[in-house]
Every structure is written in C-alpha cells, then in structure tokens.
C-alpha cells in the first residue's frame, strides 16, 4: 500500500505486484495486439511535459481565455472495467480478445499482511492492461463530453496526462461547473475535481 501524502485525508493506493499474476504474459500481450489490430490512439492524451509544451507552443488563445485543471478521483481503482470492455470489442476485434481480456481483468486481487483482498472493480496500478483500458474509457468519455453540449465550443484547448486534464476556456464559472457535473454524471464509477 502506498499514502498519497499530497492529498487530503492521505487516501491509501493499492499496489499490486502485477508480473507474478498467473495472466501477466497474456495480459501483456493483449495490451500489445490491440494496439496494433485496432491502431488505437487516444485524441487527447499527451505523453509527457515536452509534448505539452510543444503542442502549447503552437498555439494561441484570445484575451481573457482562463486555465483550468480537472483530476480524475482514483482514476484506475474507479475505472469501469466490463462496462469499457464492451467498448473495446468493436466488429474488427474477434470474440476471443473479449474472453481473454475478461479473464485477465476479472480477478483484481492482492495480498497484504496475510490477507486476500479482492477489488470490485477498477484496475490494478501498472498492471500491463491497465493503462490501455484506462485510456480506452477516457477517451470514450472525452470524445462523447467534448462533442456535445454548451459549453464545448468555449473549450478552447482540452489535453489529459493519465489523469490529469489542463484546459483553456473563454467562458463563464457557471459553464465551467456544467462542463463538471457533465463529466462528473457520465459514469457512476468515475468523479472529477476542477
């Protein structure tokens, strides 16, 4: 276990040895292959400081135009796993994958000070497929947030590092709340902070 000493009320993050899961090489592997088969990229994730700033670079935004951050709350323990699984198996992507990947996920479990504890739902930190189905559910959410209500033509500028969002708006607090609670009700499992 580790304590986020940066958050209030020090919350504790599960850490899971991941490699000596019995499903570790498949794990692996199907985080590889549907990269590959699916070509999957998600549209508004950076990789890293560098990218941000050359992609900020680039850019200009209009007088007036405000920053602001969102934080997905536990963003791997609250992914919905069964529910981005049904995302990932499209027409292109055989039976097989959704079995597979299935097995590998369905026992999220670990072990500490003598005890098995089993996590309903959500993904293991650094478990080899869990930074793909994160971002899977991400991106789903993003691009379904991004393309539809008031406020997104206000959002000028709207990038996500694992679980940290960076946006600039030219529009009011009130529709910054909005913009919120839109996220914040696309999916029971998940909530934001702005």
């Known amino acids: 276990m580790q304590i986020k000493l940066h958050k209030i009320g020090y919350p504790i993050r599960p850490v899971v040895s991941y490699f000596t899961d019995p499903t570790f090489l498949v794990a692996?592997?199907?985080?590889?292959?549907?990269?590959?088969?699916?070509?999957?990229?998600?549209?508004?994730t950076i990789k890293n400081s560098i990218e941000f700033a050359n992609d900020l670079k680039q850019k200009t935004f209009p007088p007036g135009s405000r920053l602001f951050s969102f934080?997905?709350?536990?963003?791997?323990?609250?992914?919905?796993?069964?529910?981005?699984?049904?995302?990932?198996?499209?027409?292109?992507i055989i039976e097989e994958f959704k079995n597979l990947i299935t097995i590998c996920l369905k026992d999220n479990i670990c072990s500490y000070q003598g005890r098995t504890y089993r996590f309903p739902d959500g993904l293991p930190m650094e478990g080899p497929l869990s930074t793909l189905v994160a971002d899977t559910f991400m991106d789903h959410l993003e691009n379904q947030i991004l393309t539809s209500g008031p406020e997104t033509d206000s959002i000028l500028?709207?990038?996500?590092?694992?679980?940290?969002?960076?946006?600039?708006?030219?529009?009011?607090?009130?529709m910054l709340r909005h913009f919120l609670d839109r996220l914040i009700i696309f999916h029971s499992s998940i909530s934001f902070t702005l």
Do not use: Q
């Open 28 to 44: 692996k592997y199907l985080a590889i292959w549907f990269r590959e088969i699916s070509g999957f990229n998600p549209r508004h």
């Open 71 to 92: 934080d997905v709350v536990s963003m791997f323990t609250h992914i919905p796993v069964f529910y981005t699984i049904e995302i990932m198996v499209y027409p292109e």
């Open 157 to 174: 500028y709207y990038a996500r590092y694992v679980d940290d969002i960076f946006c600039i708006s030219n529009d009011t607090d009130d």
